[in-house]
């Protein structure tokens, strides 16, 4: 069934270029060329069109980073790079936009490791509670300099015909529920919402809960049906999802930080001229600071919202005691980390985590 889907999007990716044909500005050829059209633009030079997916919805964080990176490609290339974007739900889940992307039917996408544990299983360390330093310029140092994820970990994405172009945060992560969360037994048989990482089940398998993977166009009314009892975001999402709605707590868990990374199509990457490669690159190295400045920009007024629009709403932190009694019944998911992706991953995991204590001290 999820050949067919796929088949399905690919003829309508296809179906959609040959239309563009029709608008004057020459037909969008397969990626796999490069996706170059015929003309010139602004004094001359090949033109570009290319296709961008991410997987959540019109301003959201993912949403405002593209918008963002796609405006930097068309402003440093003069005009001739302009780029289709396709939020979550248009060219289905987000595990089929990143199949997409596998399979050079779109260019660039959004590719959260929460997503796509299954297709490369080491990038599950990023499911990992309580493992990134809580200084946000420490983490910062570790996403740009780490060579356990952007040299190791990198590989393992190559491995599967995805190139990684740039790990990014988009903040902690709370938590929403109708039940107080400050002590982990009140995790016991809770219906917890999650992504389809098998990490991320651990690490709530963890704390004794149950947990559920959905989809998250499914999460709103899964919340408001009782089918899950509470799920985990950025507070950025939650507001403009308005999960706040229909939950009683929010908590600022601080547990782990929501991961994604910009990635290309590697066939379609090398494909491209040197100076195309530099625009591309160049509009990313400027996007890395600038994905922090956006996550602060929407997570900071986002809670303050949530409870302007729904005064019942009870927001709650974790204190000192109360987060080292989750950190220490995080450390099972640690190892079942390590049983699950191999050596590999698991020396992947040792470095990071030498990585980080270097920086973190």
């Known amino acids: 069934m999820k050949k067919k889907v796929l088949a399905l999007v690919l003829a309508?990716?296809?179906?959609?270029?040959?239309?563009?044909?029709?608008?004057?500005?020459?037909?969008?050829?397969?990626?796999?060329?490069?996706?170059?059209?015929?003309?010139?633009?602004?004094?001359?030079?090949?033109?570009?069109h290319w296709r961008m997916a991410h997987e959540e919805y019109d301003g959201d964080m993912q949403d405002v980073y593209c918008k963002e990176f796609i405006q930097k490609l068309n402003e440093k290339s003069n005009g001739r790079i302009t780029v289709d974007l396709y939020p979550v739900g248009q060219l289905g889940d987000a595990i089929q936009q990143c199949e997409l992307l596998q399979n050079?039917?779109?260019?660039?996408?959004?590719?959260?490791?929460?997503?796509?544990?299954?297709i490369v299983p080491e990038n599950q360390l990023f499911s990992l509670h309580f493992l990134f330093p809580s200084d946000w310029d420490k983490t910062l140092e570790v996403l740009q300099t780490s060579s356990a994820l952007n040299e190791m970990l990198g590989q393992k994405y190559l491995d599967k015909n995805i190139q990684v172009l740039q790990y990014w945060t988009e903040g902690a992560m709370f938590w929403t529920s109708n039940v107080s969360l400050k002590n982990p037994s009140a995790f016991k048989g809770l219906k917890f919402r999650t992504m389809q990482s098998p990490m991320i089940i651990a690490a709530y398998e963890a704390y004794g809960a149950n947990p559920t993977p959905m989809s998250y166009a499914e999460v709103y009314s899964g919340l408001q049906l009782n089918m899950i009892e509470g799920q985990e975001n950025p507070s950025s999402a939650i507001l403009t999802s308005k999960f706040y709605e229909v939950q009683k707590y929010l908590t600022d868990a601080q547990s782990n930080l929501y991961m994604t990374c910009t990635c290309v199509n590697p066939t379609f990457f090398a494909g491209l001229p040197e100076d195309i490669q530099n625009i591309v690159?160049?509009?990313?190295?400027?996007?890395?600071?600038?994905?922090?400045?956006?996550?602060?920009?929407?997570?900071?007024?986002?809670?303050?919202?949530?409870?302007?629009?729904?005064?019942?709403?009870?927001?709650?932190?974790?204190?000192e005691a109360e987060h080292d009694a989750y950190a220490e019944l995080a450390k099972k998911a640690y190892d079942v980390y390590g049983k699950t992706v191999g050596t590999d991953g698991q020396a992947i995991l040792d470095k990071l985590l030498e990585e980080i204590s270097a920086i973190d001290g």
């Open 12 to 48: 309508s990716l296809t179906m959609v270029s040959a239309l563009s044909g029709c608008g004057g500005g020459g037909s969008t050829p397969p990626a796999n060329n490069g996706g170059v059209s015929g003309g010139s633009s602004n004094g001359g030079g090949e033109t570009y």
């Open 281 to 319: 690159l160049e509009a990313i190295n400027e996007m890395y600071p600038r994905s922090f400045e956006i996550q602060d920009e929407l997570n900071g007024v986002a809670v303050e919202k949530m409870t302007a629009a729904n005064p019942d709403l009870i927001v709650e932190s974790l204190t």
């Open 104 to 118: 050079n039917a779109l260019e660039f996408a959004i590719i959260s490791p929460g997503n796509t544990g299954t």
